[in-house]
C-alpha cells in the first residue's frame, strides 16, 4: 500500500492558509491473490478549501432499525452536503470470538443506505465504510434488513 507522503502533505498544505483550512479525503485500497505480489490502487485524494465561519463537518453514531429512517445530516442544509461517510460499526467491539451461529447473525445486520429515487447501497457488517458523493440525491435514508444496527455517520458540506 502507498504511503501519506511528504509530497502529499505539501500539495493539501499549499491549498490551506492561515484563514482558511481544508477537508481532505483519502483512500487506499489494495488487492492481494494468493501467491502473486499485492496490486495497490492508486491513492485517492480529494480536498476542499474551508472558509472561517463554513458549516463544520458533523458525526455522530446512530441506531439503525428496519424502520427507514431519514439520515440525520446535523446543520448541513441538503443541498450543501458534499461527501457522506457511513459505517456499519456491527461486529467491530467484539470481546471474544462468534459461534458460527453469532457470526451468521452478524453478517445479516446489513445497513441500507437510499434516496427517494429508488438508489439502495448496502453497508456490511464489521467497520465497512460507504464513501459517497451524494450530489444531487434526494432525500436520504437508512435502515437495517436484519433487526438492529450501529451506524457511524460523517457528513462534509461541499
Known sequence: MSELTQETFSVLQSKAT?????????????YHQANEEPFAIPT????T???????????????VSEVSRQLDLGDIEREDVG????????GTKLHQNPTREEHENLLKKVIVF???DGLQLEIHPFG???VAQVGSLGPLSVR?????????EFIFPR
Open 18 to 30: 492561515p484563514n482558511k483550512g481544508m477537508f481532505g479525503l483519502r483512500l487506499d485500497a489494495f
Open 49 to 63: 478549501p474551508v472558509e472561517p465561519g463554513d458549516t463544520e463537518p458533523y458525526s455522530r453514531k446512530i441506531k
Open 144 to 152: 437495517c434488513l436484519h433487526g438492529e444496527a450501529i451506524l457511524k
Open 83 to 90: 461527501y457522506i461517510i457511513l459505517v456499519n460499526l456491527v
Open 128 to 130: 465497512t465504510p460507504l
Open 114 to 116: 437510499g434516496d427517494s
Open 44 to 47: 485517492v485524494i480529494c480536498s
